[in-house]
């Protein structure tokens, strides 16, 4: 797969034409939603006529469609959304234009990001990159396909419990969530307030610790983006490694037990000190997840209701039937499952039961993780207990869906920075597997100096 | 095991505005009885003198000059609403 330094050498618009030539070619992974070909070209001829200059001067991106950014509408894979153009871009996106990267196109994802497989998009699933009869995962789903099918060398995704970590495994990509507050969350739309995190797929550490250079820095319009601190590095040190044993069992499909095994050995080899650590809490997490995501998601998706912006229901007659007709209407059903349960775990009677008791199991959870981080510089795990699915296998049930962010929800949870690199490929079903390291809060650049040894020594760059 | 009947779940489509049909209440039923059921695991987790947390980023009182800037002008975001009359958004009526 291609890299960002593949880009240089050739103009700005030779790099967009040749991008906007390959989403063609792969139409049929339904990986986009919307190509922004003319503000591409125009911007790509600012970059060759040296008006825009920086690090990723002409290089092509791609951003999720729940980021607010110019060219074609801002979808959110929903009907909601159909026609919707933003008024303004997202912060990251506007870092990433100032440094000269230029977004072509808008990729599909599960409607408001509720989802992992990407089968929840009002237009239609996303096939996986390596095997089209699988899934891509999700939410980010055609983010991370369209990275892996070498259209761009980079793509936004965002991971609020797994969205990008997951299907950056489904499809053999690196996939980085950073600390959460890292990234402003500034102009993208909001699912859970204390979880969403803003990351990126490409295909080495290299260019993700690149790309989150970039996106990184506080941000005056999120008041809860964190003091700027991240500073890429390189690693000169050996690690204190902790396989998290609760997230290695017989439960986990054999091919992943197998790939992550091989890579804790070449950990090992490399000199790293692996040991096994166990966290008992974690076998709670998803239940955390299931209550705190759905309610902050019925407050935060309450904007939509069809009166400033976004689709109105036509039919209605007064102000009350505009509201649950339009959302009727906008929302696909997994959007209606969560906004209910987050009703109900916020309504009088069932608050202290369900969402005051999540919080504070979380408070444990944060803290197992700090005592483990007293001791260990990473934490490793499967990125998803099993490798993509088939299309509609896990529909039918809310909570197998559910179980495919099994490993990836505790970290989303405690606001630490996560990344899933490629492991290997399943010598069965020729699926790629990831694994997923994990470190403390702030310590992107100790994580991310890991990521670009292993694949040095791996013989992957 | 928490079930919840039909007339709950029209309740919870009223506090959320949105208007379901009779087929969606009936599948949100069992989706949401059967989701209900995994997340009461969390009652057997011993969470006595534990403080809740709301908020990760332990950043408090985040100030910022207080500047005008322009923002996003008038005539782009009017241009978002589906229906508007002299500079105001139009809806139905409330009543």
Same mark, same amino acid.
């Given at each position: ?21 390959? $989403? ?8 986009? %939603? ?23 001067? /002409? ?16 979808? $959110? ?18 870092? #990433? +234009? ?10 599909? %994802? ?5 989802? /992992? ?6 237009? /239609?699933?996303?096939?996986? $990159? ?35 970590? =997951? ?38 550490? !290299?260019? $993700?610790?690149?790309?989150?250079? !970039? ?49 804790? =050995? ?8 692996? +040991?096994?650590?166990? %966290? ?5 997490? #998803?239940?955390?997840?299931? !209550? ?31 509201? /649950? ?20 775990? #916020? ?18 959870? !944060? =803290? ?67 694994? =997923? %390291? ?24 | ?95």
């Amino acid at each position: 797969m291609t890299t960002i330094a593949d880009y240089a050498g050739h103009t700005a618009t030779e790099n967009v034409k040749q991008a906007f030539k390959k $989403a063609r070619e792969h139409e049929s992974y339904n990986a986009l %939603l919307s190509l922004t070909e003319a503000r591409a070209l125009e911007r790509a001829a600012q970059v060759d006529a040296g008006e825009i200059t920086g690090k990723l001067a /002409g290089v092509p991106f791609v951003v999720k469609d729940n980021y607010l950014a110019f060219g074609a509408p801002t979808t $959110a894979a929903s009907k909601m959304l159909q026609d919707f153009d933003a008024p303004l871009q997202a912060t990251a996106v506007e870092k #990433l +234009e100032a440094a000269g990267a230029i977004c072509i196109g808008k990729a599909n %994802l599960d409607a408001f990001a509720h989802g /992992g497989s990407t089968e929840n998009s009002a237009y /239609g699933p996303t096939k996986n $990159a390596v095997d089209p009869t699988k899934v891509a995962g999700g939410s980010s789903g055609g983010s991370a396909v369209v990275t892996a099918l070498d259209i761009v060398p980079f793509a936004l995704g965002t991971d609020t419990g797994g969205s990008i970590r =997951q299907p950056a495994s489904f499809n053999g990509v690196v996939g980085y969530k950073p600390t959460y507050g890292m990234v402003s969350r500034y102009g993208v739309l909001a699912m859970a307030s204390s979880t969403d995190t803003m990351g990126c797929f490409a295909t080495t550490a !290299i260019d $993700a610790e690149l790309v989150m250079s !970039i996106m990184a820095g506080r941000d005056d319009n999120d008041m809860t983006s964190l003091p700027d601190y991240f500073e890429p590095a390189t690693l000169d040190k050996k690690l204190k490694i902790g396989v998290i044993q609760e997230l290695m069992t017989d439960d986990v499909d054999s091919e992943v037990l197998g790939a992550v095994r091989a890579k804790i =050995q070449a950990f090992k080899d490399a000199g790293h000190d692996v +040991e096994s650590v166990s %966290l008992p809490i974690v076998k709670h997490t #998803l239940a955390m997840y299931y !209550i705190i995501v759905p309610a902050e998601i019925s407050s935060n998706l309450g904007r939509f209701d069809g009166v400033r912006y976004g689709k109105r229901s036509e039919q209605a007659t007064t102000l009350s039937e505009l509201y /649950g007709m339009t959302r009727n209407d906008g929302f696909m059903i997994e959007n209606e499952r969560r906004i209910l349960i987050g009703s109900y775990v #916020l309504s009088s009677g069932y608050f202290d039961a369900y969402y005051q008791q999540a919080q504070k199991a979380r408070t444990l959870l !944060i =803290q197992a993780f700090d005592t483990l981080f007293e001791q260990y510089d990473v934490l490793v795990s499967p990125t998803a207990p099993k490798p993509a699915f088939g299309f509609g296998e896990n529909t039918k049930d809310p909570i197998l869906m559910y179980l495919s962010d099994a490993m990836t929800v505790s970290g989303s949870l405690a606001g630490l920075p996560a990344i899933s690199i490629p492991a290997a490929v399943g010598p069965t079903s020729k699926l790629p597997v990831g694994i =997923q %390291l994990m470190a403390q809060r702030k310590d992107d650049a100790l994580l991310l100096s890991f990521a670009k040894t292993v694949e040095e020594q791996s013989g992957d760059v | 095991m928490t079930q919840i009947t039909q007339d709950d779940v029209r309740r919870l489509a009223q506090l959320s505005a949105i208007t379901l049909t009779n087929d969606e209440e009936i599948a949100l039923q069992a989706d949401i009885s059967n989701i209900l059921g995994y997340i009461d695991q969390l009652k057997e987790l011993d969470t006595d003198g534990v403080e809740p947390t709301y908020h990760l980023s332990g950043l408090t009182n985040i100030f910022r000059d207080d500047e005008v800037d322009n923002g996003v002008d008038r005539e782009t975001l009017l241009s978002l609403p589906a229906d508007t009359h002299n500079n105001h958004i139009k809806v139905p009526k409330v009543l």
